[in-house]
């Protein structure tokens, strides 16, 4: 996917999304993709994304640990 804005003036800014994480309540959904060309090989791309969203989980196990744990 992309981000990017508009201002009032008529300005815009986007860029390719290829690393997201998406956290509603107590899910985190992570996505991660690659950028295609002509000489792509796809088995290259793959292996990529795979290593994107590795580091994605990495820094929620990351983030995870710093956070105290709740009593029930």
């Known amino acids: 996917g992309a981000v990017g804005y508009i201002d009032f003036t008529g300005n815009m800014d986007t860029c390719i999304a290829l690393r997201t994480l998406v956290i509603t309540d107590d899910q985190v959904y992570v ?11 796809p088995s290259s791309e793959y292996q990529e994304t795979l290593n994107k969203a590795r580091g994605l989980l990495k820094a929620i196990a990351l983030a ?3 956070i105290p744990k709740r009593e029930q």
């Open 31 to 41: 996505q991660a993709g690659a950028g295609i060309v002509a000489d792509s090989v």
């Open 64 to 66: 995870e640990a710093t």
